[in-house]
């Protein structure tokens, strides 16, 4: 019996840069499991479909990542549905945006959950099942937010700032185990379905590459993954060559 391929998990795989992520390492090799909450499943069940049709195994596993039995049992679903896992990658984005004092307590509670809570989950299952194998990838998407606070951005800056400090603290305990933990902070506005719904130019922009591509975004999580251990990056921060920093 041939041995199963690794497979790469998508924490937060929507249409733009989670579908673009998982499409890569598909491409790559991997089996691919990808989650989405469940009000999506239609449209995740769609991409683990597309996936199969070029002949990666894939399977969709509706999700709400806040809850922590739920990412416990996805990690071990995934473990005996299709593979050991070989890379995970944390793709919830959470961005709102609100002056301070209209920031309810809701709001800011549940964009800490998304963004903070979900990727600690994630990291920590990932961890759980890769250390005693000695080697993997945890990736995490991060935001111009996990490094900079912003006028109306203080629920979501918080809680990529919380993310950030999650993957540092990760990479700093789990890289001697042979875990590689890398940060992604993506600067700037990223095309797809949102991004073209509040910016009516945005295919110029894309066509001129004056905004990022998810597709090359993507690229970089696998340049990410294939490192070797003797030169591992923590963190990379990409954005449009045009992108005031």
Known sequence: MSERPGVCLVVGAGDGLGGA?????????????????PRH???LEALAADLRTV????????????????VVA??????????????????IGANVRFGLTDTTERVYRKVWEMAALAGFLTVREAARVMTPRAKGSILVTGATASA??????GAFAGAKHALRALAQSAARELGPKGIHVAHLLIDGMIDGTFARSIAPDAAQ????EEILDPAE???NFVFLHRQRRSAWTFEM???????PW
């Open 217 to 219: 975004i993507a690229r």
């Open 237 to 243: 921060d990409l954005r449009p060559f045009c992108e």
């Open 21 to 37: 992520i998982a499409r890569a390492f598909a491409a790559d090799g991997l089996a691919v499991a990808v989650t989405r909450r």
């Open 148 to 153: 900079r606070g912003g006028v109306g951005y």
């Open 74 to 91: 996805l990690v071990d679903a995934v473990e005996r549905d299709l593979g050991p896992l070989e890379v995970v990658v944390f793709n």
């Open 205 to 208: 922009r894309l066509a001129r």
């Open 55 to 70: 002949g990666a195994p894939a399977r969709a596993y509706p999700l709400d990542a806040r809850e922590e039995g739920e």
């Open 41 to 43: 499943a239609d449209a």
